[in-house]
């Protein structure tokens, strides 16, 4: 067996074990305590980005740089406290994304390579995992004891980019928020990079 064989051998092994970890449902973890919903404003020049409840009132909102390679947003709640801030790295092999809450922690999300369809990005400082499937757009996001924090789902029946957040400890809503939101961006980047891949192709003659 050659190198390549070995090494698809290894990718697909490790995305079998991610798809595992990725797949759970409520019938595993249980109801959860309450759903938030997410949503991209389309058109909007800041791309704001609004976190609602089960009521559809506006928890958390987004505003962002105009600039992409910047990447950065600032996330308030409703009475417009600034509750996180997000950046990004421009260049980065790992694809790294940096949240900073307002009472000073930091955390890292730092996507780890060799996952083709399924992605597993580490939450440092936190020591939690986020497991998801991007083609499903499901993701479980898990402590140190493996144990659910929440679960993101994709909404197919809206205009938006629209997830549901199913809150499973909801002491840490507003990490958790930060956390999603960040996914979002990171996806958001993702479409656009391969739609200007897409063109570049497209344009060669």
């Known amino acids: 067996m050659g190198f390549l064989d070995s090494l698809k051998n290894i990718v697909e092994s490790a995305n079998d074990i ?6 759970a449902t409520v019938e595993d973890y ?26 559809d009132n ?3 909102y987004t505003k962002s740089s105009i600039f992409a390679l910047k990447g950065k947003t600032d996330i308030y709640d409703a009475a417009g406290n600034v509750i996180a801030h997000l950046e990004k790295r421009p260049v980065s092999l790992h694809e790294k994304h940096f949240i900073t809450m307002a009472d000073g922690s930091n955390y890292t999300l730092s996507n780890e390579i060799f996952h083709v369809v399924k992605d597993i990005t580490n939450i440092e400082g936190l020591d939690w995992q986020l497991r998801g ?5 499901h993701f479980n996001l ?3 004891n493996d144990e659910p924090v929440a679960t993101i789902g994709k909404k197919a029946i809206s205009i938006h980019d629209k997830y549901a957040i199913d809150m499973y400890q909801p002491e840490q809503e507003q990490i ?16 656009e990079n391969e739609s200007s891949t897409t063109i570049s192709f497209g344009d060669d003659d």
């Open 176 to 191: 958790v928020v930060a956390i999603v939101i960040q996914l979002e961006k990171m996806l958001e980047q993702r479409r």
């Open 133 to 137: 499937n991007v083609i499903g757009l």
């Open 30 to 55: 249980g109801p959860p305590a309450y759903t938030l919903y997410t949503a991209l404003q389309l058109g909007n020049i800041n791309r704001q980005i609004d976190i609602t409840d089960e009521q």
């Open 58 to 60: 506006v928890k958390y």
């Open 142 to 144: 898990v402590d140190e």
């Open 18 to 23: 991610v798809d595992d970890m990725s797949s």
